[in-house]
């Protein structure tokens, strides 16, 4: 069983930053491409960075330039560094897989408001 546990999240004014931190475990953490998600309220779940085994990287429109996403597979780490952040950032914060999808953690919030 997989389990995800994000953190990192909370409450930021806009033009901040936030470190979020994704802890895999009970997985082969390093064989699997891995995402970081969103879900603002009323919106479905977007996948909106993700990484390869080999390190390479993906972003989605919205957040290139911004954000920056890293793996450490010693440790299962998945980490999203997040800069200028903008009020539509706002949302539910999540990590997975995204070849294959394990359970959902509980997510992060982050809320970006002045």
């Known amino acids: 069983q997989v389990q995800l546990v994000e953190s990192g999240g909370g409450l930021v004014q806009p033009g901040g930053s936030l470190r979020l931190s994704c802890a895999a475990s009970?997985?082969?953490?390093?064989?699997?491409?891995m995402g970081w998600y969103r879900q603002a309220p009323g919106k479905e779940r977007e996948l909106i960075a993700r990484?390869?085994?080999?390190?390479?990287?993906n972003y989605a429109d919205s957040v290139k330039g911004r954000f920056t996403i890293s793996r450490d597979n010693a440790k299962m780490t998945l980490v999203l560094q997040m800069n200028s952040l903008k009020q539509e950032d706002t949302a539910v914060y999540y990590c997975n897989a995204v070849n294959v999808r394990w359970a959902w953690g509980q997510g992060t919030q982050v809320t970006v408001s002045s």
């Open positions: 009970g997985s082969n953490f390093r064989l699997y491409a």
């Open positions: 990484i390869t085994i080999g390190g390479d990287t």
